[in-house]
């Protein structure tokens, strides 16, 4: 028996939606970690039972929680109560909520500064855990993007991470800035034919890509053009809001950059606009038809000032020519008065046949369709603001 | 010297992340101060680890406050002996999300 199982990370909790393979009605859970921030939660594709969440909080931080079975229950994969948080050496212990830049001479780089707002330099610091992307091939690598921008990993299961320090310093850094939402690595593609190869996004520093595995990267932003920053065609300082590829073509990628929606057809060496018919080309969320490599989502907003869709109308738009050609989804979606956003992660798929798109809205509604987008209905409506949308397929 | 145990108040989220419902009690080696106590409870709960202190310098989160007796502790040294009453056990330490309303 097939079925769904969808992971939606709020403002205020996580909640775990789930529906047989017919996707008609839906049993929601939650909210775990009432409360608290939940930036992001996703399952390994090799152990689905086994998920990640980023809960965090402006008080107190961040925490990392693992379930073993499929989010009925939650743990923190660090040390347990009443265990020493030192060995016995004094070297302490990792916990799952230790996010520290790693500066260390055999492995890390130096702690830069980036640019602030007002262009001065900031310090490089830690704030939280935006993106959990586990391994494709063992459920205890996870990867995880952060504000301030690094990417770390854990190769235990959640327990401990360490920075890929590489991306950090790059080089580039000092020029990277923060996006409204902060300077954030948001997006991480995980190449399916190639293990070394890694795509990362960062806001407001472009997309970059590395082909071992995490020691090396270099910006992929040829193509891009950003009228914000002082040269439009820079090598880096790129808002890039979204990333999609599909999993049999790794080496084509969709962009929802700021403005303008994009398409690389070489690993992101070189970039084209494809956002051709769209009523407007910014937005946050894009993703790609499970088994049609060519079918692309968006969801257009009106502009980087006024966070919601043009006209007061929700539209997914749909591409089934890899762009330039676009589509107005509307049925089953509000046609008036809406002024909900849909965040950058906050739009999945599923495996099923005809494909399932999902996406979640600032509003607090979670739309499903059943049938590729033609028709939508809510499957939850009145949760806190949608920060994240995944998508488990189960057999 | 081991002295009595040290009674802490934590704000609704980090109880739920420790498991524990009510106040929770702490033995503390040596001194009793603000770090003493903390790093007590750290090492009781280390699921807290990071969520009051910074992993790494160990300071105050800054929306996070300290409050014993009336008094706000936030910003005394963290190896001040606590008072009296903290000490013996009459008066709760509490760890307190700062912003008082809504």
Same mark, same amino acid.
């Given at each position: 028996?097939?079925?769904?199982?969808?992971?939606? =990370?709020? &403002?205020?909790?996580?909640?775990?939606?789930?529906?047989?393979? *017919? @996707?008609?009605?839906?049993?929601?859970?939650?909210? $775990?970690?009432?409360?608290?921030?939940?930036?992001?939660? *996703?399952?390994?594709?090799?152990?689905?039972?086994?998920?990640?969440?980023?809960?965090?909080?402006?008080?107190?931080?961040?925490?990392?929680?693992?379930?073993?079975?499929?989010?009925?229950?939650?743990?923190?994969? /660090?040390?347990?109560?009443?265990?020493?948080?030192?060995?016995?050496?004094?070297?302490?212990?990792?916990?799952?909520?230790?996010?520290?830049?790693?500066?260390?001479?055999?492995?890390?780089?130096? %702690?830069?500064?980036?640019?602030?707002?007002?262009?001065?330099?900031?310090?490089?610091?830690?704030?939280?855990?935006?993106?959990?992307?586990?391994?494709?091939?063992?459920?205890?690598?996870?990867?995880?993007?952060?504000?301030?921008?690094?990417?770390?990993?854990?190769?235990?299961?959640?327990?401990?991470?360490?920075?890929?320090?590489?991306?950090?310093?790059?080089?580039?850094?000092?020029?990277?800035?923060?996006?409204?939402?902060?300077?954030?690595? #948001? !997006?991480?593609?995980?190449?399916?034919?190639?293990? *070394?190869?890694?795509?990362?996004?960062?806001?407001?520093?472009?997309?970059?890509?590395?082909?071992?595995?995490?020691?090396?990267?270099?910006?992929?932003?040829? =193509?891009?053009?950003?009228?914000?920053?002082?040269?439009?065609?820079?090598?880096?300082? $790129?808002?890039?809001? #979204?990333?999609?590829? #599909?999993?049999?073509?790794?080496?084509?990628?969709?962009?929802?950059? #700021?403005?303008?929606?994009?398409?690389?057809?070489?690993?992101?060496?070189?970039?084209?606009?494809?956002?051709?018919?769209?009523?407007?080309?910014?937005?946050?969320?894009?993703?790609?038809?499970?088994?049609?490599?060519?079918? %692309?989502?968006?969801?257009?907003?009106?502009?980087?000032?006024?966070?919601?869709?043009?006209?007061?109308?929700?539209?997914?738009?749909?591409?089934?020519?890899?762009?330039?050609?676009?589509?107005?989804?509307?049925?089953?979606?509000?046609?008036?008065?809406?002024?909900?956003?849909?965040?950058?992660?906050?739009?999945?798929?599923?495996?099923?046949?005809?494909?399932?798109?999902?996406?979640?809205?600032?509003?607090?509604?979670?739309?499903?369709?059943?049938?590729?987008?033609?028709?939508?209905?809510?499957?939850? &409506?009145?949760?806190?603001?949608?920060?994240?949308?995944?998508?488990?397929?189960?057999? | 010297?081991?002295?009595?145990? +040290?009674?802490? +108040?934590?704000? !609704?989220?980090?109880?739920?992340?420790?498991?524990?419902?009510?106040?929770?009690? +702490?033995?503390?080696?040596?001194?009793? !101060?603000?770090?003493?106590?903390?790093?007590?409870?750290?090492?009781?709960?280390?699921?807290?680890? =990071?969520?009051? @202190?910074? $992993?790494?310098?160990?300071?105050?989160?800054?929306?996070?406050?300290?409050?014993?007796?009336?008094?706000?502790?936030?910003?005394?040294?963290?190896?001040?002996?606590?008072?009296?009453?903290?000490?013996? /056990?009459?008066?709760?330490?509490?760890?307190?999300?700062?912003?008082?309303?809504?």
């Amino acid at each position: 028996m097939t079925g769904v199982r969808v992971l939606v =990370g709020t &403002r205020k909790g996580a909640f775990v939606l789930t529906s047989d393979g *017919k @996707r008609k009605k839906w049993n929601v859970s939650g909210p $775990h970690f009432a409360g608290w921030e939940i930036y992001h939660l *996703k399952g390994s594709p090799v152990d689905p039972n086994r998920l990640y969440a980023s809960q965090s909080s402006g008080w107190f931080g961040q925490i990392i929680q693992r379930s073993q079975d499929g989010g009925k229950t939650w743990e923190q994969p /660090g040390t347990a109560p009443g265990e020493p948080t030192a060995t016995p050496e004094g070297m302490p212990k990792g916990e799952s909520n230790k996010f520290v830049y790693d500066t260390s001479r055999k492995t890390g780089k130096p %702690l830069t500064t980036h640019m602030w707002y007002d262009g001065t330099q900031h310090p490089w610091e830690f704030k939280r855990v935006w993106h959990l992307e586990p391994s494709l091939t063992d459920p205890d690598i996870c990867y995880a993007g952060v504000e301030d921008a690094g990417l770390f990993r854990t190769s235990d299961g959640g327990k401990s991470w360490n920075e890929l320090a590489g991306l950090r310093g790059h080089g580039t850094g000092p020029k990277w800035q923060p996006g409204a939402g902060g300077l954030c690595l #948001h !997006t991480i593609l995980l190449d399916p034919k190639n293990a *070394k190869r890694i795509y990362v996004a960062i806001s407001a520093a472009g997309a970059f890509r590395t082909d071992d595995a995490g020691d090396t990267w270099k910006p992929i932003n040829r =193509g891009l053009h950003s009228a914000y920053i002082p040269d439009p065609h820079a090598e880096t300082g $790129h808002c890039v809001h #979204h990333i999609a590829m #599909h999993p049999s073509r790794p080496d084509v990628l969709f962009m929802q950059k #700021h403005w303008d929606v994009m398409r690389s057809d070489d690993a992101g060496d070189t970039w084209r606009e494809i956002s051709g018919t769209l009523p407007s080309d910014f937005g946050f969320a894009i993703d790609v038809h499970a088994h049609e490599p060519e079918t %692309l989502y968006v969801v257009p907003i009106k502009s980087d000032s006024e966070h919601y869709p043009p006209e007061g109308k929700l539209r997914v738009y749909r591409s089934r020519s890899g762009g330039q050609d676009w589509e107005p989804l509307t049925k089953g979606l509000p046609q008036q008065d809406c002024y909900v956003n849909v965040l950058r992660d906050a739009m999945a798929v599923d495996t099923l046949d005809k494909c399932g798109v999902y996406f979640g809205t600032t509003g607090g509604q979670v739309y499903a369709s059943a049938d590729a987008g033609d028709n939508w209905t809510p499957i939850v &409506r009145d949760l806190p603001a949608v920060q994240s949308v995944e998508v488990q397929t189960l057999s | 010297m081991k002295q009595g145990l +040290i009674r802490v +108040i934590l704000p !609704t989220h980090l109880r739920r992340l420790a498991l524990v419902a009510g106040e929770v009690q +702490i033995a503390v080696d040596g001194q009793i !101060t603000q770090r003493s106590v903390l790093d007590a409870l750290e090492a009781q709960y280390p699921n807290l680890c =990071g969520t009051i @202190r910074d $992993h790494g310098t160990k300071k105050r989160r800054p929306f996070v406050r300290f409050f014993a007796c009336n008094q706000d502790l936030s910003l005394e040294p963290p190896d001040a002996p606590l008072p009296e009453a903290v000490k013996t /056990g009459a008066e709760p330490y509490m760890v307190v999300g700062a912003i008082a309303g809504g």
